[in-house]
């Protein structure tokens, strides 16, 4: 006694792709890009600082100081250590009109140089601190 179960047209193959776990794939990541992509665009407005490049207008009571690259300082051209500059930056600090402080640093120097110069400015109470710097090179001729 043989039985028989199903008819014969279960035999045949499926030949048709079954795309409704493809097409909730795609979904999901379709709904995840649409969440992320305003979040990478988005970003905080700010004005930033166009490039300007002024010539120096020398004036007696400015004072330059520069930095060498092994981080020795110079008031006008004249060598001092960290303590006289301090001393110094004081005594300006207190003149009216405060003269500006001009600063040259070597393009080889370490930031650290610069930064010592820039806080003892800040401790004696200069209000006006500028950075000398090389203008870039002009293309073109102009």
Not at 52 to 63: G, M, V
Not at 95 to 120: L, T
């Amino acid at each position: 006694m043989a039985m028989q179960v199903g008819g014969a047209e279960d035999d045949d193959l499926n030949s048709q792709i079954n795309t409704t776990p493809l097409v909730d794939v795609m979904l999901v990541r379709l709904i995840i890009f649409l969440i992320t992509i305003p979040v990478v665009v988005q970003n905080v407005p700010v004005e930033l600082p166009k490039e300007r490049n002024l010539p120096t207008q020398t004036k007696p009571e400015n004072i330059v100081i520069a930095i060498d690259r092994d981080g020795n300082t110079f008031w006008n051209n004249q060598f001092v250590d960290d303590a006289a500059l301090f001393k110094r930056l004081k005594e300006v600090a207190v003149r009216i009109p405060q003269p500006e402080v001009h600063i040259r640093g070597d393009r080889e120097g370490r930031y650290e140089f610069v930064g010592r110069v820039v806080y003892d400015c800040q401790r004696a109470g200069i209000l006006k601190i500028g950075f000398i710097t090389e203008p870039p090179p002009r293309f073109g001729g102009g």
